[in-house]
Nanobody, 121 residues
């Protein structure tokens, strides 16, 4: 089965930095899109950043210039480097992966369980 495990969450003061990592494992033929979403209490889950199989990146306007997404195809991991964090960045961050699996037509998407990020004074 396919599993995604996030790590790196925690509590920091405004202006601080955190690095989130997500490792994929299981019966995966190839990984295409990898991304990070976040959800604050009482809000809908939103896309923060994503990186395509070809390396093209997307960032939400609210994090552009502060966050950097990267991937290691050999290790099947995706990371999110978060700098100059703000209180509004607080939320649960979820890893999302689109993958091609043996015996399955098309792409399947998977979610991690999430990791908490808290930014406060």
């Amino acid at each position: 089965q396919v599993q995604l495990v996030e790590s790196g969450g925690g509590s920091v003061q405004p202006g601080g930095s955190l690095r989130l990592s997500c490792a994929a494992s299981g019966n995966i033929f190839s990984i295409n899109t990898m991304g990070w979403y976040r959800q604050a209490p009482g809000t809908e889950r939103e896309l923060v950043a994503r990186i395509s199989g070809g390396g093209a990146t997307y960032y939400a306007d609210s994090v552009k210039g502060r966050f950097t997404i990267s991937r290691d195809n050999a290790k099947k991991t995706v990371a999110l480097e978060m700098n100059t964090l703000k209180p509004e960045d607080t939320g649960v961050y979820y890893c999302n992966v689109g993958a091609i699996n043996p015996g399955v037509v098309g792409m399947s998407f998977y979610w991690g369980l999430g990791t908490q990020v808290t930014v406060s004074s």
